[in-house]
């Protein structure tokens, strides 16, 4: 009998953490003992370069343009103790539809069943960006992905691009798609970031899963070609991503979010404003904070 897959959609604006994130929480599951593949669904194609030494693979695109008919297995690489990687790709730079990239790739190991064949206990999905573009739905639609989780910081476009997600979300809940399981909260060093993502899941119902700082040793890890698991095991972050991994297998209860219009997300983000400046005036605590 085969076992239950969980499979895993992670969302976020560009250059937000996503891929980071992603590949950190891939070796924290590997270094559990889970079967894990990563699957990088943003035309940059460099979900999966710190589970590899910074190497970059061939994208399911790449092989498509060489030859019509892909073996799936010629796009699955291992990387950091055993952990399966694969890039969709994009089309070259101004022509043609990214999404069309990842409906391509996502179809290519469903059709033959790599994911079975493999015994995976977790897909995860590093997919680009606001779902404004059918393309970058498709994890989230026809029940690819189970769980959606999306990476912010407190900045107001991270946030935006959160919201947006959950309304593609709520969209195709009534048609078996996935459902929302959180926020992982990126680059959050101060208290007022964290106060900020703390009011934007309350009032989108929906919940923090970690609060993960910026962090130097995530540079560092980053520019040596690796995860911070695998460069610096011992730290505080690679602690705090290995909680993350954990809360994430873990996780069973996602649920539709109730994001908010665009109106009322402005006058959101204007109260915030105005606290903001309160704590600079140090009206709030009586003392200044550092902004
Ligand atoms: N918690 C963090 N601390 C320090 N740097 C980070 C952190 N998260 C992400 N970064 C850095 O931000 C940049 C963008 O991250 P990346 O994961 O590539 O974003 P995305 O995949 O969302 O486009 C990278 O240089 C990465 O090292
Ligand atoms: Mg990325």
């Not at 599951?29 to 035309?43: H, I, N, R, S």
């Not at 064949?117 to 739905?137: K, P, Q």
Request: some cysteine.
């Amino acid at each position: 009998m085969s076992k239950q897959i969980k499979k895993i959609a992670i969302y976020g604006k560009g250059g937000i953490g996503k891929s980071t994130t992603t590949s950190n929480i891939s070796a924290a599951l590997v270094e559990a003992g889970y079967k894990v593949l990563q699957f990088g669904c943003d035309p940059k194609s460099d979900s999966t370069n710190t589970l590899r030494n910074g190497k970059y693979i061939p994208t399911v695109l790449d092989l498509l343009r060489k030859k019509s008919k892909v073996d799936a297995h010629e796009a699955i690489f291992e990387g950091f103790k055993g952990v399966y990687c694969v890039e969709a790709g994009g089309p070259a730079p101004g022509v043609g539809c990214a999404g069309r990239g990842i409906i391509t790739a996502v179809e290519l190991l469903k059709q033959q069943n790599i994911f079975e064949e493999l015994d995976l206990d977790f897909v995860i999905f590093d997919v680009l960006g606001d779902v404004v573009c059918g393309g970058f739905a498709v994890p989230i639609r026809e029940g690819i992905a189970e769980h959606v989780f999306t990476v912010s910081s407190s900045d107001f476009m991270s946030i935006y691009a959160s919201n947006n997600l959950m309304k593609g979300i709520e969209k195709y809940s009534n048609s078996g798609g996935a459902l929302f399981g959180g926020i992982i909260a990126n680059s959050i060093n101060t208290s007022y970031q964290k106060a900020i993502i703390d009011d934007f899941v309350k009032k989108t119902s929906t919940q923090v899963v970690e609060y993960v700082p910026r962090s130097i040793t995530v540079t560092q890890a980053e520019l040596s070609g690796h995860t911070t698991i695998e460069a610096a095991p011992k730290s505080q972050q690679a602690e705090v991503y290995r909680n993350l991994a954990r809360k994430i297998a873990k996780h069973t209860e996602s649920r539709v979010p109730t994001p908010l219009e665009t109106d009322q997300l402005r006058e959101w983000s204007a109260q915030w404003a105005d606290q903001l400046l309160a704590i600079e005036a140090g009206e709030v605590r009586g003392e200044k904070e550092s902004i």
